[in-house]
């Protein structure tokens, strides 16, 4: 069993920047790949941003790339998510996610875990 419990959401002026967390816990962090989606009222989960279990590649959905950034800490057992230059259109429930996978979450296929997800919501 792996828990996720994410944190960092909140309200943020369009423009501005949030860091989310996902603390993980139980199984090997390192030996799982990790991500973060998003829902927006009324639209489905999609992937914002995925990494695999070393840290060594990571991808981006097209809405977010040159402005999110996906990372994690090994010593922490943490995912994170920098979120620069936000929009209004950002605004949705984030969650994170864990896949016993080679390579980085691309998509809802396959995950294993997930947190219950943290609010961001980005005032225009």
């Known amino acids: 069993q792996v828990q996720l419990v994410e944190s960092g959401g909140g309200l943020v002026q369009a423009g501005g920047s949030l860091r989310l967390s996902c603390a993980a816990s139980?199984?090997?962090?390192?030996?799982?790949?990790m991500g973060w989606f998003r829902q927006a009222p009324g639209k489905e989960r999609e992937i914002v941003a995925g990494?695999?279990?070393?840290?060594?590649?990571?991808t981006y959905a097209d809405s977010v790339k040159g402005r999110f950034t996906i990372s994690r800490d090994y010593t922490k057992s943490t995912l994170y998510l920098q979120m620069n230059s936000v929009k209004p259109e950002d605004t949705a429930m984030y969650y994170c996610?864990?896949?016993?996978?080679?390579?980085?979450?691309?998509?809802?296929?396959?995950?294993?875990?997930w947190g219950e997800g943290t609010l961001v919501t980005v005032s225009s």
């Open positions: 996610a864990a896949a016993w996978k080679v390579g980085p979450i691309q998509t809802n296929d396959g995950i294993d875990y």
């Open positions: 990494i695999n279990w070393n840290g060594g590649s990571t």
């Open positions: 139980g199984r090997t962090f390192s030996s799982y790949a």
